[in-house]
């Protein structure tokens, strides 16, 4: 089956650093590639959509110089969160479309991040 | 709005039990389906999914009903067992040509051995 990858699977860091967290579809080519953020105890909340080769589309309060994502490729999206601070501690999922005559998508594993 | 949430937050069964997690939605232009099980500390893993033209659709130990008239969506689950305890979302496409997804508020799934 499908598998979607993220890294890392946990990140600490410091208020105003900013973290990387990689997103790849490891046996699939995906057209789009959607960006989640669930905090305790809630549901995923989509952040932004994004397409290979352009650029994301972002929801409704979601900052997009604050969030930076990239998918580059067609097997690698990434969310880089710029100066993060405490409130960004969240779990951060990302999910991959094909678009192969499927609505389904491949969710990757989480990425939990903790800003001190 | 749009919005998709859930009955009830947990649910508790005894082991070897039917369960039904119960969902509904607003957006009448939802023509897609699907239900994930979401363990703690991990993403999402889908279970069944269901299209807008079928009102019941079965898997292996679960059973999804759709009922389009009064915007419902339930999931059964067959003889629970204790890997079944998870957190349940329902999810929707937010419409005709769209693939983003919007998700319930999730129902703890709690199995009483």
């Known amino acids: 089956g499908a598998v979607v990858s993220q890294h890392p699977s946990w990140v600490i860091c410091k208020s105003g650093t900013s973290v990387k967290i990689e997103c790849r579809s490891l046996?699939?080519?995906?057209?789009?590639m959607f960006w989640y953020r669930q905090f305790p105890k809630q549901s995923l909340m989509l952040m932004a959509t994004?397409?290979?080769?352009?650029?994301?589309?972002?929801e409704q309060g979601v900052e997009k110089d604050k969030f930076l994502i990239n998918h580059a490729s067609l097997t690698l999206s990434t969310l880089t969160v710029t100066s993060a601070h405490p409130e960004d501690s969240s779990f951060y999922i990302c999910?991959?479309?094909?678009?192969?005559?499927?609505?389904?998508?491949?969710f990757g594993p989480g990425t939990r991040l903790t800003v001190t | 709005g749009e919005s998709v949430g859930l009955h009830l937050p947990t649910l508790s069964v005894q082991e070897g039990d039917n369960s039904i997690i119960n969902c509904a939605y607003s957006?009448?232009?939802?023509?897609?389906f699907i239900w994930y099980k979401q363990e703690s500390g991990k993403g999402p893993q889908f279970i069944i999914d269901?299209?807008?033209?079928?009102d019941k659709r079965q898997g292996q130990r679960v059973t999804v009903l759709l009922n389009k008239t009064v915007k419902h969506l339930s999931l059964q689950i067959a003889a629970t067992q204790p890997g079944d305890s998870a957190v349940y979302f329902c999810?929707?496409?937010?419409?005709?040509?769209?693939?983003?997804?919007?998700f319930g508020k999730g129902t703890k799934l709690s199995v009483i051995p």
């Open positions: 999910s991959a479309f094909s678009g192969a005559n499927s609505y389904e998508q491949y």
């Open positions: 046996d699939f080519q995906a057209t789009t």
């Open positions: 994004s397409n290979e080769g352009s650029k994301a589309t972002y």
């Open positions: 957006n009448s232009a939802s023509d897609y």
């Open positions: 269901i299209r807008s033209n079928m």
């Open positions: 999810a929707t496409l937010r419409g005709a040509g769209s693939y983003q997804l919007t």
